[in-house]
Nanobody, 123 residues
Framework: QVQLVESGGGLAQPGGSLRLSCEASGFTFSEYSIAWVRRLPGKGLELVSGITSDGSNTRYLNSVKDRFTISRDNAKNMVYLQMSSLKPEDTGVYYC????????????????WGQGTQVTVSS
């Protein structure tokens, strides 16, 4: 059974940091690209960041470049999103998703999705 379980969300102050984690199981993790996608309040989904199966290529939403860093540990079946200099506009539900094809995870067409974790940035 494929599972993607996000954790690490919560409340942060503007300028603060959070690290999101995504634990994968039920598929050959090292063969899959992973992305973090978020749903902002009252808006649709947007890609935050994606990483290829071997970690050699990454992509970021322009508004999070230089603030967020995606990484993965294939030995642990884990993907991380280190978020720094958080802004209130980063508030939303963050989802981890996976697909064998990078173009699918970065276009919102991934095969597997997690349940999401809430990130709230507020003073």
């Amino acid at each position: 059974q494929v599972q993607l379980v996000e954790s690490g969300g919560g409340l942060a102050q503007p300028g603060g940091s959070l690290r999101l984690s995504c634990e994968a199981s039920g598929f050959t993790f090292s063969e899959y690209s992973i992305a973090w996608v978020r749903r902002l309040p009252g808006k649709g989904l947007e890609l935050v960041s994606g990483i290829t199966s071997d970690g050699s290529n990454t992509r970021y939403l322009n508004s999070v470049k230089d603030r967020f860093t995606i990484s993965r540990d294939n030995a642990k079946n884990m993907v991380y999103l280190q978020m720094s200099s958080l802004k209130p506009e980063d508030t939303g539900v963050y989802y981890c998703n996976a697909d064998q094809y990078f173009f699918r995870v970065v276009s919102g067409r991934a095969s597997y999705w997690g349940q999401g974790t809430q990130v709230t940035v507020s003073s």
